[in-house]
């Protein structure tokens, strides 16, 4: 938590809140396992959104008061949920039809790297020894009209996770829509990254220099209008 | 907010555009719409290709669309009628295309165009007039035929009950067709019997949740087609 | 009627009976439209059957009493119908997966022809004037385990039915097990046609000069034991 | 007479043959018939392939399985689990085969295999290297890979009542893979939480009718998985 607090630009709850901030009112949304998570509870005030869990559930509720969980009402992260007012469940077919077939607005993921071209890798290392596990993720990218990321900009060791190109095995080609990270919120563009926004204190060159790949200025809307 | 819940059915098929794809959930009468029948060709959009098991019944609901010309093409199992001529007559002048498909696969094509499955491999068809046309191919042994999924603008379908959000349950037969159109549309349109607040259908029994569904009418006391038919009515 | 109870051999409900007792204690089936329908109320004392209509529902029951019926509670046929205790609902794409995945035990049908190698023609008679429909008959043959056929052994101008190789478009190859006509139990064997049993009054050679391909005797037992 | 009631788990069992493929449903221990894996380990079946989303947790139940050396492969999406080292240390010594399906296409090829769809397109995988080794195709000018239905001898499932007919409802998220996998196996085995006479179940509400179930077995307390890791229980 110390290192948390002490880092430049957003802190993990604060990527969550600034993603929640785009999530549009009546949007159907699958949440990824981690950082993604928390994406729900930021969600502005008056926005009405329906989260489905692909483990078989639409209308996602928030975790159980301790001791009132069920565990046979759990999300794709294994932990214990509640369920909305006007949830449904279903099976895990009828459940990924709902992904593959398109019908999920949005679906917000973590990263171990993303390309400028949206290719998103985000399951395995490739190590040799690492056991592969892949989960639906692959699914979700194929599937859900808008994908968004969250992920720290760089590496524990200060690589860049947005690249020319991914190095490790890709979860999906061309996938990603826009990029939340500690430093900045980034768009996938025909052209490649674009700055959207900045965190706080950091300003364009910084974010540049820890970009795997030509980072697009924010655009200034004064020139362009002129 | 989520309310999926419109005023009437006018409102609820006022966009459909002519050319459209339309599904139209019922087996015979059991399930079909035919309040949001009758008011599309109120509407009067035309050009439509409709995809339904069958072609209707007497003059009234599909079979009324039909007969009003609005319909260039039927995708359907099983066209015939006892107690219909509308669709025969259209089709042997030719102004009625048939895309004859079996039921199962009918079915199938529909699920699989919801659920993102670009195509299938079935043995429904094999060494019948209706492969023609279509890729053969074995597996293990056994030949199968390529068939595609099937996707609509529109999907107009009835249900039992309804809640604000859209999720669905059906009563007995008239389920059929209605679940798997509801997810192949781009636009999904229900005639609920009942509109409930979310949270009176029970989770465990929802059987189309209402992500599949984007319009719900309110049509408490819907008109039965045999009875229709029965008193020789036409529609309009 | 008259026709009927003044022709040779079995009539339909005779025919229906026959066929009803070849129907196992347990098995879950699928009646045809039209006469293979009778077949429900012909099977012996003592035997569970559970019928399954393709437009969704397991466990149908016989006609609903005068008056009682639902309009959307009908079979395939789209007659009302009722529901036994234990029944169970279930939309299109699911009934057919039932029998595309061979998951029901038997199924009797109709037929225009029946070739020696059990192709099976009973959905058009190829006349460039019908309006082709074909329902689920494709599905059920494809899928289904064992498909017996009930069928009149001539048309009514006196063509064969059972055929060297059908002349009408195919609803199937190679599926017919068994097949009732008004004079004789026959089955398909990799031989060919092979009589099982004889309606009262008629004998092997009537029935073979009614049958457009090889019939083969009933086997001998007497003989093979011989 | 139907009715596919067992008198217990041992018996459910019996007759699961070495070199079987197993389909056991659950997502993580939520649906995960516990108590029909724990029977399966007594009655000494070996060498299976076994299909689940995941490899178990702890040393019970799935893991208690794998652990004890009887899954020669393991068809599944997430192998890794915070708190078992069973499979992971099988697989780095080549003991269990792995076959790892993104969760989604291992589900639907589960209902393909139940359903009678030999093979599907999928886009899903598409550009990654679980690609690999399958055939990729292009509909309008989208790619797809090919993918195989599924089967198997058993499926292994939970359920919370059932009737004699084998008429399935479920709890919550504990359907998971459940209901497909009952339409993909020869021989479907489920404990049950409560069983009932047939007409008990809503007709409307059955999501899993009992053409697909061959034996249910009543277990009215089940263990829960998570209870057994956190007290350090290993199987057997």
Redesign the interface.
């Given at each position: 938590m110390t290192q948390e607090t002490m880092s430049i630009g957003f802190s993990r709850d604060e990527m969550a809140q600034r993603a929640a901030l785009d999530i549009p009112?009546?949007a159907?949304v699958n949440l990824g396992i981690g950082i993604p998570e928390r994406v729900a509870k930021y969600v502005p005030e008056g926005r009405?959104v329906?989260y489905?869990?692909?483990?078989?559930?639409?209308?996602m509720g928030p975790s159980p008061e301790p001791g009132m969980g069920?565990?046979?009402?759990?999300n794709a992260g294994?932990r214990q949920v509640t369920?909305?007012?006007?949830?449904?469940?279903?099976?895990?077919?009828d459940?990924?039809?709902?992904?593959?077939?398109?019908?999920?607005d949005l679906c917000v993921l973590g990263a171990l790297q993303v390309s400028q071209g949206g290719?998103l890798a985000n399951w395995?290392t490739g190590a040799p020894?690492a056991?592969?596990?892949?989960?639906?993720?692959?699914?979700l990218v194929?599937?859900v009209k808008t994908i968004y990321v969250i992920t720290q900009h760089v590496t524990k060791t200060g690589e860049p996770k947005l690249v020319e190109s991914c190095t490790y095995?890709?979860?999906?080609?061309g996938v990603v829509d826009r990029i939340y990270t500690d430093l900045a919120v980034i768009d996938v563009t025909p052209e490649g990254f674009q700055l959207a926004e900045l965190a706080p204190v950091v300003d364009y060159e910084y974010v540049a220099e820890r970009t795997g790949a030509p980072l697009l200025p924010k655009p200034d809307i004064g020139k362009a209008a002129s | 907010m989520i309310d999926k819940r419109v005023s009437d059915v006018g409102e609820a098929v006022a966009d459909i555009f002519d050319g459209a794809t339309v599904m139209v959930g019922g087996f015979g009468e059991a399930g079909s719409p035919i309040e949001l029948i009758h008011a599309l060709i109120d509407q009067g959009a035309t050009d439509l290709t409709v995809v339904n098991n069958n072609t209707g019944s007497g003059e009234v609901g599909l079979a009324a669309l039909i007969k009003a010309g609005r319909v260039s093409k039927m995708i359907c199992s099983f066209p015939r009628t006892a107690n219909s001529t509308v669709f025969p007559e259209l089709y042997r002048s030719g102004r009625t295309a048939l895309e004859l498909v079996p039921q199962g696969t009918l079915a199938e094509r529909i699920r699989a165009g919801g659920a993102g499955v670009v195509a299938f491999y079935t043995p429904t068809s094999v060494g019948t007039p209706l492969e023609e046309g279509k890729e053969r191919r074995t597996f293990d042994g056994r030949d199968y035929v390529l068939e595609h999924g099937l996707t609509a603008d529109f999907a107009l379908i009835k249900c039992r009950v309804a809640d604000h959000y859209g999720n669905l349950v059906y009563n007995k037969t008239a389920r059929n067709f209605a679940p798997v159109m509801a997810t192949a549309a781009n636009t999904t349109i229900v005639q609920a019997k009942a509109v409930v607040a979310p949270g009176d259908l029970d989770p465990e029994t929802v059987v189309t949740p209402g992500i599949f569904v984007h319009r719900v009418v309110d049509v408490p006391d819907p008109a039965h087609e045999s009875v229709l038919v029965a008193q020789g009515i036409s529609y309009p």
């Open positions: 009112d009546g159907y009405e329906i489905h869990t692909e483990n078989g559930l639409l209308g069920d565990p046979e009402l759990i294994k369920m909305v007012p006007g949830a449904a469940f279903f099976h895990h077919a459940s990924f039809a709902m992904i593959r077939g398109g019908h999920l290719d395995s020894d056991i592969p596990a892949v989960g639906g993720a692959m699914d194929s599937g095995p890709l979860t999906g080609p | -």
